[in-house]
């Protein structure tokens, strides 16, 4: 969501640039809000809270919420689907209906949820722990106990048997921005207000616990619609900002090859076409960290791969970590993302901006500078220096083929990964789940509009199953692709049929390779094997002839072959799932690598008392 506007219905909302790479934009219907919304009275019967909250969802860009019904939410989840701009998503348990709402914020910029007291929202926690590490505001919403039973010596079923019910709102306390807990009229409308704003101008998760029998009753606070409320814009501040880009031009313009990496925070700084506009103006090699894939167009003629270290695209570790200079936009280095903390960077040679900062080498440090209007002042000072991406024309060596398979051959994961890129578009859409695909996703080539996401810092298995739900649900003209291995998939497999129930017509590569194999190179044992399933019969039982759906096991290439065309053609229109057999033991070398690397970082002993 652009912020530099004011949320909620004013007319002063502003649209951020749809061409934003990978930058989520703002949802159209916040424009159209004074055209479908108008500010006048609204019948009593309307004016409640649970019909003021949809609208809020509505106003902001929500337009499906992810559900899960209980006996504490049911008459909250009526007034939200009476609202004739939001449809009601039931997902089959609230772990997916959290990862949904993750997937929908991706590409919408904010997602919803809601689920029951405790019993749901502790369910959900993970999936909003997960969101809150990766800066996406997600709107989730619990039904709460009756108003009459809050400070009373009673106890609640779905509670721990306690009359304090406040253990809920304390787990979430850690994982949201925000927390508001409402127990009556008279506040409420600050309080959701209040939640959903800090949502959108932190790009974190809050939380929103609204009473059972608060809902149906109208409100005179809510009988005019919209009542707008506002975010006070953020902004540079001028001589930071000054500062910021001349320290940072001088060190840059005196270096001899400097580069530029993006990293995961562009996202939420909203400076995707920030960065490609201080790209094309240095005439820098541009790399982007492997959780910023997406984020940065891989189009772009100074592209030169994944920056990961040991395990990044060939030739790119070795142009970024041999550079004199290079700027990192909205880093993370984190365990994972430095492959054990083994990356060659030093400290003196950095740039690092991130959302609201800017450090140059050992210092000094700018605060209150945003990363959009530094890297585009940046621009203007900058010495075109195309010498890094020069270097690396000169020693790249295009990536060999795999090796041929003969015909029956069993199918190698190398050989998958050549279809599926041939399969990419910019009408697709790439969901990554945790494990080997991380590594097999990142050598995809994207092309322009084509989608791509995955959680790295959070690494929750079984995330993609309700990802794929979410962002499918979110953009409808765009297929999603999504690469699940068979661990995964078991923890989250149910909302498949959530899927089916909406329509969607993904495409689903279940790889099965009997186990957690990402687990199997940083540490092995027997707990890593997993019961094997047939997993397109689990499909077809899930289908139970409602809905479109289509299923195929493929062994070998020219099955796989098969599959696609079916796929891509006949079957275009459905949900469709191919479960790809491949051997245990076929993994990719990045994985091999990163997981010795990441082994040896776990495995360090303590350090001396």
């Known amino acids: 969501m652009d912020m530099d506007g004011m949320v909620g219905g004013l007319?002063?909302?502003?649209?951020?640039?749809?061409?934003?790479?990978?930058?989520?934009?703002?949802?159209?219907?916040?424009?159209?809000?004074?055209?479908?919304?108008?500010?006048?009275?609204?019948?009593?019967?309307?004016?409640?809270?649970?019909?003021?909250?949809?609208?809020?969802?509505?106003?902001?860009?929500?337009?499906?919420?992810?559900?899960?019904?209980?006996?504490?939410?049911?008459?909250?989840?009526?007034?939200?689907?009476?609202?004739?701009?939001?449809?009601?998503?039931?997902?089959?348990?609230?772990?997916?209906?959290?990862?949904?709402?993750?997937?929908?914020?991706?590409?919408?910029?904010?997602?919803?949820?809601?689920?029951?007291?405790?019993?749901?929202?502790?369910?959900?926690?993970?999936?909003?722990?997960?969101?809150?590490?990766?800066?996406?505001?997600?709107?989730?919403?619990?039904?709460?106990?009756?108003?009459?039973?809050?400070?009373?010596?009673?106890?609640?079923?779905?509670?721990?048997?306690?009359?304090?019910?406040?253990?809920?709102?304390?787990?979430?306390?850690?994982?949201?921005?925000?927390?508001?807990?409402?127990?009556?009229?008279?506040?409420?409308?600050?309080?959701?207000?209040?939640?959903?704003?800090?949502?959108?101008?932190?790009?974190?998760?809050?939380?929103?616990?609204?009473?059972?029998?608060?809902?149906?009753?109208?409100?005179?606070?809510?009988?005019?619609?919209?009542?707008?409320?506002?975010?006070?814009?953020?902004?540079?501040?001028?001589?930071?900002?000054?500062?910021?880009?001349?320290?940072?031009?001088?060190?840059?313009?005196?270096?001899?090859?400097?580069?530029?990496?993006?990293?995961?925070?562009?996202?939420?700084?909203?400076?995707?076409?920030?960065?490609?506009?201080?790209?094309?103006?240095?005439?820098?090699?541009?790399?982007?960290?492997?959780?910023?894939?997406?984020?940065?167009?891989?189009?772009?003629?100074?592209?030169?791969?994944?920056?990961?270290?040991?395990?990044?695209?060939?030739?790119?570790?070795?142009?970024?970590?041999?550079?004199?200079?290079?700027?990192?936009?909205?880093?993370?280095?984190?365990?994972?993302?430095?492959?054990?903390?083994?990356?060659?960077?030093?400290?003196?040679?950095?740039?690092?901006?991130?959302?609201?900062?800017?450090?140059?080498?050992?210092?000094?440090?700018?605060?209150c500078v945003l990363m959009k209007d530094f890297l585009q002042a940046l621009a203007k000072r900058l010495k075109c220096n195309p010498t890094a991406y020069e270097n690396y024309h000169r020693i790249f060596i295009r990536d060999g083929l795999p090796l041929k398979c003969e015909p029956r051959e069993p199918l190698r994961v190398n050989i998958l990964f050549q279809y599926i890129q041939k399969m990419l578009a910019h009408d697709t859409a790439v969901i990554a789940e945790t494990g080997d695909s991380w590594f097999n996703c990142l050598k995809l080539k994207l092309p322009e509009g084509c989608g791509y996401e995955f959680q790295m810092q959070y690494g929750s298995i079984g995330w993609s199953v309700g990802a794929t739900l979410g962002y499918a649900q979110a953009v409808p003209d765009k297929r999603v692709i999504a690469c699940i291995g068979d661990g995964s998939f078991q923890v989250t497999a149910q909302d498949v049929s959530t899927m089916l129930r909406c329509g969607h017509r993904s495409i689903i590569f279940l790889i099965n390779n009997g186990g957690y194999t990402i687990e199997v190179e940083i540490h092995d044992g027997p707990y890593n094997v997993i019961k094997n399933w047939d997993y397109t019969g689990l499909m077809d039982a899930i289908h139970n002839g409602e809905g479109k759906c289509w299923t195929m096991k493929v062994h070998c290439e020219e099955e796989l072959i098969e599959a696609i065309e079916m796929a891509s053609g006949e079957k275009r229109d459905c949900l469709c799932f191919i479960e790809v057999i491949v051997h245990k033991d076929d993994t990719s070398k990045e994985l091999l690598e990163w997981g010795s690397r990441v082994s040896a970082a776990n495995s360090r002993p303590p350090n001396p008392q």
Request: glycine share 8%; net charge negative.
């Open 11 to 367: 007319e002063s909302c502003k649209l951020s640039d749809h061409n934003n790479v990978g930058c989520p934009p703002q949802n159209a219907a916040v424009s159209s809000i004074q055209d479908s919304h108008s500010s006048s009275v609204v019948a009593a019967a309307d004016a409640t809270l649970g019909r003021h909250l949809a609208r809020r969802l509505v106003e902001i860009g929500v337009t499906d919420v992810f559900s899960v019904p209980g006996d504490f939410n049911l008459t909250l989840l009526d007034h939200l689907i009476a609202e004739p701009g939001l449809t009601n998503v039931g997902c089959c348990n609230e772990l997916n209906a959290g990862y949904a709402a993750d997937g929908y914020a991706r590409t919408r910029g904010v997602g919803a949820c809601v689920v029951t007291f405790t019993v749901g929202g502790l369910s959900i926690l993970n999936a909003i722990a997960g969101a809150y590490s990766e800066n996406l505001p997600i709107i989730c919403i619990v039904g709460g106990p009756n108003t009459n039973d809050y400070g009373t010596n009673r106890i609640l079923h779905h509670t721990i048997g306690l009359p304090d019910f406040s253990q809920e709102l304390r787990c979430f306390q850690t994982v949201t921005c925000f927390q508001a807990v409402v127990t009556n009229l008279e506040d409420a409308h600050e309080l959701i207000d209040k939640a959903i704003s800090t949502s959108l101008k932190e790009s974190k998760p809050v939380y929103i616990s609204i009473s059972c029998n608060l809902p149906a009753i109208p409100h005179p606070t809510f009988t005019r619609e919209p009542i707008p409320f506002a975010l006070s814009p953020r902004l540079s501040n001028k001589q930071g900002l000054e500062a910021a880009v001349e320290a940072t031009a001088a060190f840059l313009n005196k270096a001899v090859k400097p580069v530029m990496v993006g990293g995961p925070k562009l996202r939420v700084a909203k400076a995707c076409n920030a960065f490609v506009e201080l790209a094309d103006a240095c005439g820098y090699a541009i790399a982007a960290m492997p959780s910023a894939k997406g984020l940065v167009p891989e189009h772009h003629p100074h592209f030169i791969g994944t920056y990961w270290g040991a395990v990044g695209t060939a030739f790119c570790g070795e142009i970024v970590e041999s550079a004199d200079a290079y700027l990192f936009a909205g880093p993370i280095f984190n365990d994972y993302s430095s492959v054990g903390y083994s990356l060659l960077l030093k400290k003196e040679k950095a740039i690092i901006v991130q959302p609201d900062r800017v450090v140059v080498g050992n210092g000094p440090a700018f605060g």
